[in-house]
């Protein structure tokens, strides 16, 4: 199957050029690789114009959203990859999506963050228990999605209506996860995972980050919109 990777972008001159470079790396050759610029001031689109083949679009509507949506409408393969801009991809990250959609059959598949410039044990525990607790509240509910580390069949996404670009941050993947559930299994895996930045638990702190994404979660499933409309960009 096909594989497109969209990856909403913001400022991230810091990080964008590793991310491109691990796709690259570890992605199918035949890869489709977007990139979608969400008004950016720094030097981001300039560094993937050095990145050939890679597609750069631009969404001028602000919100993580709003850019996988515009993604989402331009992607031509079957499958499609929603990768943040601070990830990288592990070597087995594709072998599992080979192994899960040829021999299950599921309409999308999301997993954990592994954090590469976390150093503190008691904090890569306390992640351990929130990935944990991730896992299980998909096992209950149906489906938890982590915004970048998600791959799903293209023309389900298509079927659930794509991203709900009203949505601008917070309770983004729980909205998408609650549609794409009514069109087939929503797979969260805690094997599956991508590394990621600790920035934004580094600078709201980690209770106050884990009780929003968990409040925005529960609001979601239950009164379908997000309970912060706000957001700060952690750059």
């Known amino acids: 199957m096909t594989i497109s990777f969209i990856i909403p972008a913001y400022n991230e001159e810091k990080y964008i050029g590793k991310c491109l470079e691990s796709i690259i790396k570890q992605g199918p050759a035949d890869a489709e690789i977007i990139v979608v610029d969400n008004n950016s001031t ?9 990145f ?11 919100g993580t959203n709003s850019a996988r949506q515009r993604g989402l409408s331009t992607a031509t393969g079957e499958l499609v990859a929603f990768i943040d801009a601070d990830c990288l991809l592990p070597a087995d990250w594709l072998r599992q999506v080979q192994t899960e959609f040829t021999k299950t059959e599921i309409a999308g598949l999301s997993g954990v963050y592994k954090f590469y410039d976390l150093n503190s044990l008691g904090k890569k525990l306390v992640i351990a228990i929130w990935n944990y607790f991730a896992w299980l509240t998909s096992l209950l509910v149906g489906y938890a999605i982590y915004g970048g580390n998600f791959i799903a069949k293209k023309k389900l996404l298509q079927q659930a209506g794509g991203f709900d670009t009203s949505i601008t941050f917070y309770g983004d993947d729980t909205a998408m996860g609650k549609k794409l559930r009514q069109f087939g299994k929503v797979k969260f895996s805690r094997k599956f995972f991508v590394y990621s930045s600790y920035r934004r638990l580094k600078k709201e702190g980690m209770i106050i980050s884990g009780f929003k994404y968990l409040l925005n979660y529960f609001w979601i499933a239950i009164f379908k919109k997000p309970f912060h409309r706000v957001y700060d960009n952690i750059r």
Do not use: C
């Open 42 to 50: 720094d030097l981001t689109a300039e560094l993937v114009k050095q």
């Open 52 to 62: 050939p083949g890679v597609i750069l679009l631009k969404e001028e509507k602000k």
